[in-house]
């Protein structure tokens, strides 16, 4: 069987993602034999590569109608590998987050637990994520039911833990502003999740007017 691409191995898991709509997580898997081999599970050294705005995203939880901005997550795992056909590259596990620093959610647990320290009144008004693009740390992967990796926390790397140089180009694509080329750039099926936010409708005039992002914070002496 001939190796998939670089491309194709990296993103073959999200099209399965789309088809379970109640799950918030996915990884990323390389095809062998008709299956889908996960990132292994444990704690692994990771970096921070790609942050993906989705935009406003309209579902349903509980039978109930549910409205949220989600950004996906992802870090590449450099001691875990996938064949391709361009050499071994590093497997990489993805997050879903719905984009905001509640009290209760997901995305402020782990960026705390990251950062190792709480966020600041300040800081919960508005922080700029692309402060964790590049960085590295520990990513705490485990395997659900189905068998597919999911990343339940991330952690900073412990004392005297380095993290190779990234083998992919830490980068960020977000609604707004919006930038043709760079959605291009995105995989077929992130785009269609984006074509389905509120932001792109309004700016395609199907829709209702885009949410307009929260402001930054500067950067203070945390590591991100």
Known sequence: MQPLTREQAAWVV?????????????????????????????????????????????GEYEGKPNIRQQVVVQWEVPGETIDTDDGPQPMIVSKFYTNSLGERANL???????????????????????????????????HNEKGKAQVKGVMPLPKGTTCPPAVNK??????????DNAYLQLPDGFRKIIAQSDEFLALNGTGKPAVKAPATVGDDDIPF
Request: charged share 30%.
């Open 14 to 58: 999200l099209y399965e993602t789309q088809e379970r709509k109640d799950s918030d997580e996915m990884g990323r898997y390389a095809k062998e034999g008709g299956s889908f081999t996960p990132c292994p599970a444990g704690l692994h050294v990771a970096r921070c590569i790609k942050l993906i705005d989705l935009g406003t995203q309209h």
């Open 108 to 142: 402020r647990t782990d960026l705390e637990s990251w950062r190792g320290r709480a966020f600041s009144p300040e800081e919960l008004g508005g922080f700029d994520l692309e402060k964790i693009l590049g960085h590295p740390g520990m990513v705490n992967v485990i």
């Open 170 to 179: 830490p980068t960020a694509f977000w609604v707004e502003p919006w930038d």
